[in-house]
């Protein structure tokens, strides 16, 4: 009778060590993606307050181009106040619209395009822009083994039990996809 109770006790004690081992993996993957998409954050908000610099000097250049310089406002205002990595996707679109229509602008001015400023602020961009990829499929990669380890079982069954609920992946548009045609 003995032998038994000890067995019993030892398999209880090996389900609740599996419970709290798959709780806190749980818990640490969600923190993941969290940690992974504020980092989006960080670089998208770099971008965007690069972009003020940037049309100040074009502005300058082009002061008869207006439109284009209200349309990134528009849109660089749009993609502040985004708040999911929908929001955060469709706003991308809108900025990199605008920034494309803005290099456009620039091949019209030579002088801009050899004017020190300018080109320090491309260059800014530019490596933003590396880090804005790093840092999406740095995200992507977390909400993938977050919501791979939520379908698996047994862990799905602790999942559900305490609403840890499918992450969405941060997807660019199909115009987004498309390779601005900038010739400088």
Known sequence: MERKNLIIIALIAIIVIMLVTSYNKLNTLDENVDSSWAQVENVLKRRADLIPNLVNTVKGYAKHEEEVLMGITEARSKFESASSPE??????????????????????????????????????????????????????????????????????????????????????????????????
Do not use: C, H
């Not at 305490?162 to 601005?180: G, N």
């Open 87 to 184: 929001e955060y996707g469709a706003a991308n679109a809108e900025l990199n619209n605008a920034l494309t229509k803005l290099y456009a602008v620039v091949e019209n001015y030579p002088e801009l395009k050899a004017n020190q400023n300018f080109l320090n602020l491309q260059d800014e961009l530019a490596g933003t822009e590396n880090r804005i990829a790093t840092e999406r499929r740095r995200y992507n990669e977390a909400v993938k083994k977050y919501n791979t380890t939520i379908r698996r079982f047994p862990t799905n069954i602790l999942a559900r039990i305490f609403s840890f609920e499918k992450r969405e992946y941060f997807e660019i548009s199909p115009e987004e996809s498309q390779v601005p045609d900038v010739n400088f």
